[in-house]
Nanobody, 123 residues
Framework: VQLQASGGGLVQPGGSLRLSCAAS????????TAWFRQAPGKERDFVAA????????YYVDSVKGRFTISRDNAKNMWYLQMNSLNAEDTAVYYC?????????????????WGQGTQVTVSS
């Protein structure tokens, strides 16, 4: 089983990026999925989660209204659209799959992780 995160890069403040997470080896449609991020020297933080059907999502307050999580179960993929990026969004972003049909903001509870993709917001 493998999760592959991609789409990171260098973007100017106010810009946008779309992260993708491609899963292989098993279907993750029965699981909630999420994005986390980790800035240098800081703990890994929850960013957003989405339900199995995609009908429910939850965001950390700092990204509400700017980020959108989505998923395509047919492709076994989920995404994070990030708009109005600022320097505080600079981090390595990780996709993750929750340990079942529920979610938690606690990264230690997640059992499948992508390798991370670097997002740098700088002028």
């Amino acid at each position: 089983v493998q999760l592959q995160a991609s789409g990171g890069g260098l973007v100017q403040p106010g810009g946008s990026l779309r992260l993708s997470c491609a899963a292989s080896g098993q279907s993750f449609s029965p699981r909630y999925t999420a994005w986390f991020r980790q800035a240098p020297g800081k703990e890994r933080d929850f960013v957003a989660a989405i339900s199995t059907s995609g009908g429910w999502s939850y965001y950390v307050d700092s990204v509400k209204g700017r980020f959108t999580i989505s998923r395509d179960n047919a492709k076994n993929m989920w995404y994070l659209q990030m708009n109005s990026l600022n320097a505080e969004d600079t981090a390595v972003y990780y996709c993750a799959a929750a340990p079942g049909s529920s979610w938690t903001p606690l990264w230690r509870k997640y059992d499948y992780w992508g390798q991370g993709t670097q997002v740098t917001v700088s002028s």
